[in-house]
């Protein structure tokens, strides 16, 4: 019997959700660099840098969705290096893009694949990340304070509740 489980629904809806919080952090890098052509490219290449380290590790479009980015070496928030390695897959075809026509034929060339890689590997491996998070070592997870309250627990589980040994 084939049975459907909330587990992989959950992760189906997680994955939309971190492609729509991707989508409204690049709607803000297009408006920018569209609107205020060629400094405007400088402006979202700052902003991609800098996106999922600011706001304790919440770029404008996690911070929509409810998502946070931590690092998987020891949980803390995104770094600024982190966050410029993963998003160097975005961050590379917007310097190209600086050169007008040929340098947007380039940003068009390498972007479409960069894309691709990272949706592939993103709903392709088993945790759910994407290129730029193998890259950088991070993972992005709700920001539903869980983690927060598991860190300021006084007691530990298997730690003794007072009772005299």
């Known amino acids: ?15 939309f959700s971190r492609i729509l919080a991707k989508a409204i952090d690049l709607f803000i890098v297009l ?6 052509y060629p400094i405007g490219i400088l402006f979202s290449i ?3 840098t800098f996106a999922d380290a600011i706001q304790n590790g919440q770029s404008v479009g996690k911070k ?13 928030p995104c770094s600024l290096k982190q966050s410029f390695v993963r998003n160097l897959p975005f961050i590379i075809p ?3 893009a600086i050169i007008p026509v040929l340098g947007w034929f380039m940003a068009v060339i390498i972007g479409i694949p ?3 890689i990272e ?23 709700a920001n539903d304070d869980t983690m927060l309250a598991i860190k300021k627990r006084q007691a530990n589980w298997f730690e003794d509740q007072g009772t005299p040994t």
């Open 1 to 15: 019997m084939d049975r459907k489980y909330l587990l992989k629904s959950a992760i189906k809806v997680a994955r």
């Open 31 to 36: 408006v920018l660099s569209l609107f205020l």
């Open 46 to 48: 700052v902003y991609l």
């Open 64 to 76: 929509f969705i409810g998502f946070r980015v931590i690092s998987l070496v020891d949980g803390t």
């Open 94 to 96: 917007l310097i190209f």
């Open 114 to 116: 960069m894309v691709g």
């Open 119 to 141: 949706l592939y590997l993103l709903y392709k491996l088993d945790s759910g990340h994407r290129l730029g998070d193998v890259m950088a070592d991070t993972t992005v997870m």
